[in-house]
Structures are given as C-alpha cells and as structure tokens.
C-alpha cells in the first residue's frame, strides 16, 4: 500500500505568489515524522521542514510552513512569497517508529514551476 | 566530516556487467539508507543498515543486488549482471539513530548514476 501519496504531479505559481502542494500518509505507528525536501535540477537533496506526530503546532522554516492534519493524515508544504528558485521537485517523506523501523519512505513528488 | 559522500559521481556500464558503489556516511550516523531514483520519480527505499546490521531489504531488490556495511561505516552495492532497467540514480543517506533522533532529517550524498547500455 501507498504510503505517501503525492497527488500534484505538477504545480504552477506565479511568482511572489504562496503555493500549496499537498502530501498525505498513512501509518499505524503513533510515533513518525514528516520531512519536505526540495530536488533541484542539479540532484541534491535539500532537507527543508519537519513535523513529529506529537508536536502540537504546526512547523515553519523560513518561507516554509507545514500544515499538519493530524486527523486527516496530510502535511502540506506552503510556500509563501514563492521565488523562481523554488522550481524543483518536492518530496514528502516519512519516518514511522519503532514499528516502523525507523526508516524515511518518500512519495512521488511534485515538480514546483515558478513563473516569473 | 563534509558529509555523504557517493564514489563515482557516474558509471556507465555494458548490460550483463556487475558494478559496486560505495557510500560514505557522515561519521556519527549509524543508519545508512540506499534508494534508486528513476527520472521524475520519488526516491525508493532499496535497504538500510543500523552499524553493520542490515535490518531491511526491499522486494525490488532482486538477488542481483547486494549491500554490505561491513564495519558500520562505509557501505557498498554491488549490482551482478546489470540490466538496462538497473539504470537509475542510486542515492545514499544517513541519519543518527532511535527514537531520540527520530527529527533529524536524513542527510543524502550526490548520489551515483548508473546507465547500463
């Protein structure tokens, strides 16, 4: 079964615009954690944001804020006053607990285009 | 200690060779992750390693691959009999271990890209 789920394949923002790009999960583990990423063109992996299952607010980092659902198992990555090098591909990822042996599963991506 | 580091950067290969890639972790960090990545797509989780212990392989891990973490440093995978679907960026991470760490990101090398011609 699908663990992360990405279901944008591609978005579009204009720039200085904010943008929303959506990521559920599913887990049993009551202990896990989310992470974004960002994948520019060049292939490096660059960590963006995380939420644990237990924090209580959601996660901001800069330009980036987490909006955590807990209920709803979503942890959508809000990109605000966007940039035009912020076209890349984003990841969901999640780390379950020990049941789920501590281990980061990733979801398809969405390719990010910012327009100027 | 300057991060993940992936040896090579790039390996082309004929189809039926095997290839081995070998993945530095950052020191501290007793877990190391593999994962193919294919054009456009999310990484997929390959195998993992807690110090030497492989705890996980996945099912797209044929028997043509394998993976060792000898002394709980470096890794390496080894690809026998490589086909052209084998061809893929082949990523490395690794990330301190348990509960304590359980919000630290896991930091990624370069990655190594393999095509098989």
């Known amino acids: 079964a699908q663990k992360i789920t990405q279901t944008q394949p591609g978005m579009f923002v204009q720039e200085k615009e904010a943008v929303t790009l959506d990521c559920t999960y599913d887990t049993s583990d009551p202990s896990y954690g989310l992470f974004w990423y960002k994948q520019p063109s060049s292939g490096e992996m660059i960590f963006l944001i995380y939420q644990g299952s237990y924090d209580q607010q959601n996660a901001t980092e800069g330009r980036y804020s987490l909006n955590f659902q807990k209920a709803r198992k979503s942890a959508n990555l809000v990109i605000s006053a966007s940039q035009l090098g912020d076209s890349a591909m984003y990841f969901c990822?999640?780390?379950?607990?020990?049941?789920?042996?501590?281990?980061?599963?990733f979801g398809a991506g969405t390719r990010l285009f910012v327009k100027a | 200690d300057t991060g993940v580091s992936q040896n090579p950067r790039h390996k082309i290969t004929k189809r039926g060779q095997n290839v081995t890639f070998r993945c530095d972790p950052i020191?501290?960090?007793?877990?190391l992750y593999w994962y193919r990545q294919t054009l456009g797509q999310g990484p997929e989780f390959l195998t993992y390693f807690q110090n030497e212990a492989q705890l996980e392989k996945s099912r797209l891990l044929s028997d043509r691959f394998s993976a060792e973490r000898p002394k709980g440093s470096f890794s390496t995978l080894e690809i026998q009999r490589t086909e052209q679907g084998d061809s893929a960026m082949y990523l490395c991470a690794s990330s301190p271990q348990g509960e304590e760490a359980m919000n630290t990101e896991a930091f990624f090398g370069q990655g190594t890209r393999l095509t098989v011609v």
């Open positions: 020191s501290e960090h007793n877990r």
């Open positions: 990822a999640m780390r379950e607990g020990r049941g789920g042996g501590f281990k980061t599963i």
